[in-house]
């Protein structure tokens, strides 16, 4: 069964703290990992995706990387502006279907 | 990217009525999914709407609860049927944009009393 798991639950770091998000996959031929951000009461905004291991994206203070077994989102520097939930998901060749984790709650403080 | 609306944005309903969310895309695509967030919670798929064909609905949903249409290839609606508190959530409509990427709607924020 294909599965997501996110690492903290919840972070707190300081303006300008740089900090690193771990999301944990498993699944059967991975077609796609994909990192979303999430304001409260708003839809998920997509941020990355990534395909093979070794791959690596960029946008402004974040950057996401993959291997075989986990993504990581770094933040670098960060502002109050970055505080959000942050999603990672997988799609695997046996169901073809997003695949969430719980997400890990950001908070910055100027 | 998409450009994707919903309403309504939020409602509040009474226990034991119907709500029906219409999702609205300015490009035509093939696929669309609706995705339900219980508080606290992250996103499970409820069903996929292909036009021209029945929605095909996940394990622990089914369509006289969560009916839904697909008329045209720009257009979705979900209702969600006969409700309870339990069914207070945010609901979501997304795309698929090319390899396995979608894109979310704003939601809708589900009350029930």
């Known amino acids: 069964e294909d599965q997501v798991t996110q690492s903290p639950e919840a972070l707190r770091l300081q303006e300008g703290e740089s900090s690193s998000l771990n999301c944990s996959y498993t699944?059967?031929?991975?077609?796609?990992l994909f990192w979303y951000r999430q304001d409260p009461g708003k839809g998920p905004e997509f941020l990355f995706t990534?395909?093979?291991a070794g791959e690596e994206k960029e946008k402004e203070r974040l950057k996401a990387t993959l291997t075989k077994k986990e993504s990581f989102l770094h933040i670098t520097a960060p502002k109050p502006e970055d505080s959000a939930t942050y999603l990672c998901?997988?799609?695997?060749?046996?169901?073809?279907?997003?695949?969430f984790g719980q997400g890990t709650t950001l908070q910055v403080k100027p | 990217s998409a450009v994707i609306s919903q309403k309504p944005s939020r409602d509040i309903c009474q226990r034991g009525t119907s709500l029906t969310i219409q999702c609205q895309v300015d490009?035509?695509?093939?696929?669309m999914f609706w995705y339900r967030q219980q508080p606290g919670q992250s996103l499970t798929l409820i069903a996929t709407a292909n036009q021209g064909s029945e929605a095909t609905y996940e394990s622990g949903f089914v369509i006289d609860k969560f009916p839904i249409s697909r008329p045209n290839l720009t257009f979705s609606t979900l209702t969600v049927s006969n409700m309870s508190p339990e069914d207070s959530s945010i609901y979501l409509c997304s795309v698929e944009s090319r390899d396995y990427e979608q894109f979310f709607g704003p939601g809708t924020r589900l009350t029930v009393l």
């Open positions: 990534l395909y093979s």
């Open positions: 490009s035509q695509v093939t696929m």
């Open positions: 699944v059967s031929g991975l077609r796609g």
């Open positions: 998901a997988v799609v695997g060749s046996n169901t073809g279907k997003l695949i």
